[in-house]
């Protein structure tokens, strides 16, 4: 049996669910934005530990599944709000109680998913779902990759100094800040902005993140799944608009660096973005390890979809080094 966690809408988990009907082969879907993926209980039992998942009123044993594969889905982790029944109203004890059972939470999460990367075949576990993007731009610079120049400022002043030029642009270190509620929702925009556009900075600001931007001819978006990488290019007319997507081969040397890199961090799959400048040469710019790959599939005319079905009949109960 095969587990995929996603969500309800994803094209492309659909896609491959074609394929593996197609095979014959049988698995479990969980939309966990539909419904938590509950682990309920876990327990050593006989020197093999076994882990349980809740999902719309059915429990399952992760070791029944023979692949998961966590397209765009996590498993949850119950937690209960404890009240503090010896100082009612204290709200510094209450955070405290609460941090504390945060990390009880955090702990048992990543030994389920580091128990999961080392005994049952998998692709993009979630334990890199957030991978540093500071150690992937320094992992991809010691595998010969090209990097845009870099840094990371704190005062108004050291900008004109070290940046120099109104080249530069500025994006989150990290992550975009988002948060739902009941009531309202907030999303940072993910536009890149460049970073001499008229602003009132204050002289001392937060960690900011900037770098140099490129003259492109080209960005060039590349999904990979094992070994096989699959790209596409997008050649813009120096306007923000691309005015042609084409299937993109890339260079041997570049492929060889970038699978590298892979094993490196550790990656079996994800999306990676490059740029290409005006004099023909690559630029690293970031790995999504749970990149769209709908985009390149379509518009490079390539298999991915039936390529993910492959890998995973392919290396369904194999014990693998790492997902």
Known sequence: MILIL????????????????????PFVRMNTNKAYAFVSKVQLVSGQWHIEV???????????????????????????????QAYPGDGLLDRLIQNHLDEEIKTLR?????????????LNNPMVYNINKLMVLEAARKEGLSIPPTCILTRKSDMQQSLGNPGWITKNIQDVLSHRNGKFKVHQNVETQRAFEEYELPEHFFYSLFQSGIEK??????????????????FADGGEAPIRVAPFTLPDAIAQKLQRLMTTLQLNSGSIDL??????????????PVGQFDFVSEYGGYPIEQTIANYIKTHRHERVAFC
């Open 6 to 25: 996603t969500e309800t809408g994803d094209v492309s988990a659909d896609k491959v669910c074609l394929w593996l009907r197609g095979y014959g082969l």
């Open 54 to 84: 809740a999902y719309e009123g059915r429990n399952w044993m992760l070791n029944d599944f023979s692949f998961i594969w966590f397209r765009r889905g996590y498993f949850n982790f119950k937690g209960y709000h404890i009240a503090n």
């Open 110 to 122: 990543d030994f389920v998913y580091g128990y999961i990367a080392t005994n049952i075949p998998c």
């Open 217 to 234: 001819r080209a960005d060039v978006r590349v999904f990979f799944v094992g070994d096989a990488f699959f790209a596409v290019s997008s």
């Open 275 to 288: 740029l290409v400048d005006q004099n023909d040469d690559y630029h690293f710019l970031e790995v999504n």
